[in-house]
């Protein structure tokens, strides 16, 4: 499996939970607009009762039914316009994936052409072994680099030693006075200063090697790099996949144009959901004006003792409609706690998305041989049947460096079929190895202790 592969799923799965989101949403501001309906349905109906007198009854009606009108009009255009925006967002990521695909057929080609080229065998052999070297040694550089910063610290701390290292007591360059030199002699023995300078000077020689031969080794990649890459980059060029970059580049502006603009909806969109367009708050005050002494079901209950016997069949109607709007509310608890389910969702995918995208899972040469399906793995964590750490630890263990001539060769590995094996998942374990191949050990066998006296004043 190919980090673009992994991140290609990672980022469907980011944006199925965003679709959820949405959809709630979307469902949280019918809701609100059908109780905002069914409210300003009763109260109309118990408009016509005279006995109940709601206040300014038919004109705040009417201005409740355009408040509402007008809230279902702009909901539609807005949602027109994010449909427009997820399938302009759509057609591009199809249009660059394709020709993603096709840039990559053309690299498989122009690397497989070149390793026909026995001089350009021959440096991606070196890089190949020089890169090796690198991973090799990293960890013993670090660990003598940590060393040498603990360690010459010491060297300082001692007023006594300073003052005859300033001097360059023990050297041709040390140049006193008879009593100075008797006084600084038994002052050398009292910091055992030949010792101690003696392991300062061989601490400072094995960090200056340390970092020499890390420059060596970084400088030695580099070089095989750009010689690399830049034969590669003329291969690629002579089979066309220069032009195909500014495509690329252009659908991925398109790609982010639109997004912005969905985002932008759905940002609107979400006010409808949270009862803050200006809509619902107008029609929500209308409501509560008429409603302002007594509650819907407190209305509805004195409808019902009214000696118009005409007022019956608007009473039942209005208990069939009091028991629907109590069902909506219902609805709407549950779609917000839904709402809240998906968000956090939504931010778990999120994070996962982010991981895989970091650089120790990405390059070309990096793939990815996994022991258990990565979908499954996904939808597994999406409902907390792992955690982020132990997909991170499952992918650290699958990730391979496969050598340039492998890539150009069309390595296949990786590429892990769903009906494999179930997940599973543990603890990750270390192997260790008895062969040292960092340049120098650390501080067990380095001979540049820190600094040490023999006696004290």
Known sequence: MTPDTLIGITERNSRNAELRIRTAEQHLSELLGEQLALEQDITQRLGKIAALHLDQGNTQNEQVAAALNLRQQSQDLLHQQLRDAEQTVAQALAGKEKLQARADTLDQQARQSLEQNPDYARQVEQLDLAQAAHREHVSGYEDLRQECALKRPTFDTNLVYVYLRGHAFGTDQYRRNRLNRWMDNWLATKVNYLANRKNELSLIALGERNEALQAERIALISTLSASVDAQLAQARDQLGQAAIQPELDTLQRVVDNAKRQANAIQEKLGSYSRNEDPQYQRARQLLTDQLKTRSIGELIDLASHTPDDADDLIVEQ????????????????????????????????????????????????????????FERLVESYMTQGATLGQVVDVLGRGLKIVRRSQVAAGATRGYVSASISPVVLGVATVESSNNNTASFSTSGSTGGGSFRTTDSF
Not at 344 to 372: H, I
């Open 318 to 373: 209005l208990q069939t409609l009091n028991l629907r709007l109590k069902a909506v509310v219902q609805q709407l608890a549950d779609t917000q706690e839904e709402a809240v389910v998906h968000q956090n969702s939504y931010q778990r995918a999120k994070d996962l998305e982010r991981k895989v995208r970091n650089d120790a899972f990405t390059g070309r040469d990096v793939y990815f041989d996994l022991s258990t399906d």
